[in-house]
């Protein structure tokens, strides 16, 4: 049976209420991300004397125990969040777990007095919580984004990641030297993390037929361009089946490429700029937040030209998932190589590698990323839950592994090895994902019988040549 173009809606003009959901989202993800970077940025002046603050005798190892305990909560979450926001809603998950993070944050400075150890299990709790973002914001997503907007919306979404983290690296200097010291930070997070928390309770939806003050016609252009079934809550996880899919397999391997080399940079820069390029603590902090100021803006730069190329019918959606991820993985690897010979006397060109290395992780915001809503999205959030969970587990092992090579943190040769396994596996990771990867619908996506699926599945062939238009109604996405 064939399906029409003409089925199609046509796009509301202007702003819509999906752009206000994917502001508070972009938001909402820069906010959390205050909750899981702040611990990188403090445990520098936390274990060094700073303005008067108090400060801890914590070797390397104890620093590493406690940058990679987060994961430890981290990576078990994520699965039960993916299915408690398909049965009760991501928007009570989300918010609720924002919130609970905040109030975490105020009590890190108490903690700390206690012991590393204690620190250690706030971030374990706050890992638990966290593990619930990417699933709720994936399944959020998978109901809000049309497939035509979906490089530019998703990638805006996400992008907040980016953002901040420069945003609370480049304030975390100044914090820092103030009154408030690096206790300031986490009670910073907190505030402005229940303060979210509140205003998405109050304006944010589950899906577009749930709105407040959006009109029928963007409802229908949204829900006849997802491919999500408004029913999909009540269906079954297609377990097996994801499991027998290759394409599952080759987004995994992505996925776990791109957690561990960001995380090694997110976790270590900090102490790699404070040691090897010797900087100062509120330059290091500013210097810190480049790299992630420029993966920021790249996405905004990437996203639109992804879709620009997949409209027009240049290029398939599955090659366009697999070059930008390319460009995403293989890009830093060949920054990674050069800042491995990085001294303290070549800190232009070690900060320009570093910035780099992150930036270019862009292009993977197109790539892996939105390839969860490509494959499945109905299943999105779910199949989010276990891919970033899996995923999470590298981000246990990366600060460990660096903890176990780095033993004098001055000695460059040593950050040498670290930059060239997180080469190595960000290659090993991306070619497993060009090989085996794929962005069409799967049919455990949902009963062959719904419409809004086959009509999706209409614009994306089983060998996902392209989406180009076919009309002048298509002209208009």
Avoid at 117 to 145: D, E, M, N
């Amino acid at each position: 049976m064939g399906f029409e173009p003409s089925v199609d809606k046509a796009r509301p003009g202007g702003l819509g209420v999906r752009h206000w959901q994917a502001v508070l989202l972009f938001v909402g993800m820069m906010i959390n991300y205050f909750q899981r970077v702040n611990i990188s940025a403090a445990i520098v002046p936390m274990t060094q004397s700073t303005a008067g603050a108090p400060f801890y005798s914590w070797d390397t190892s104890d620093k590493s125990l406690i940058l990679s305990s987060f994961f430890w909560g981290y990576v078990v979450s994520h699965v039960p969040a993916g299915l408690l926001a398909k049965r009760f809603g991501a928007k009570l998950v989300l918010g609720l777990a924002t919130a609970i993070g905040g109030i975490l944050c105020f009590f890190h400075p108490i903690a700390a007095k206690s012991g590393w150890q204690s620190i250690c299990a706030l971030r374990v709790l706050t890992g638990l919580v966290q593990g619930t973002v990417y699933p709720c914001v994936h399944t959020l997503l998978a109901k809000w984004v049309p497939r035509t907007e979906r490089g530019l919306l998703t990638t805006g979404v996400y992008s907040g990641a980016q953002f901040g983290t420069a945003v609370i690296l480049v304030s975390s200097g100044f914090i820092f030297e103030s009154s408030m010291g690096w206790p300031g930070l986490f009670y910073l997070s907190g505030g402005i993390s229940l303060a979210w928390a509140l205003l998405f309770f109050w304006q944010a939806a589950n899906e577009p037929a749930t709105a407040s003050r959006i009109s029928k016609g963007e409802v229908e252009y949204i829900e006849s361009l997802t491919g999500s079934n408004s029913s999909s809550q009540s269906m079954p996880v297609p377990w097996m089946s994801i499991f027998r899919s290759p394409a599952f397999y080759g987004l995994l391997a992505a996925h776990c490429g791109f957690t561990w080399g960001f995380y090694t940079l997110l976790t270590e820069m900090p102490t790699y700029m404070s040691m090897v390029l010797q900087l100062n603590v509120k330059s290091n902090a500013f210097l810190s937040s480049l790299p992630y100021f420029a993966m920021g803006l790249l996405c905004f730069v990437v996203s639109p030209i992804s879709d620009l190329l997949i409209n027009r019918g240049t290029i398939s959606i599955t090659t366009a998932r697999k070059l930008f991820n390319s460009i995403g993985q293989w890009g830093p690897l060949a920054c990674l190589i050069g800042l491995g010979y990085m001294t303290a006397d070549e800190k232009t060109w070690a900060i320009l590698l570093l910035t780099l290395a992150v930036g270019i992780n862009a292009g993977c915001s197109c790539g892996y990323l939105i390839n969860h809503i490509d494959l499945s999205p109905n299943f999105a959030g779910p199949m989010m839950g276990v891919t970033n969970g899996i995923a999470g587990v590298t981000s246990i092992i990366a600060p460990l592994v660096v903890g176990a090579i780095v033993s004098d943190e001055e000695d460059p040769s040593q950050w040498r090895m670290v930059f060239f396994i997180t080469g190595g596996i960000y290659l090993v990771c991306n070619t497993i994902f060009v090989i085996f990867g794929k962005a069409t619908i799967q049919s455990w996506n949902e009963p062959p019988s719904t419409s809004s699926t086959m009509t999706l599945r209409s614009h994306q062939e089983n060998d996902s040549k392209s989406i180009a238009p076919t009309s002048d109604k298509d002209i208009r996405y």
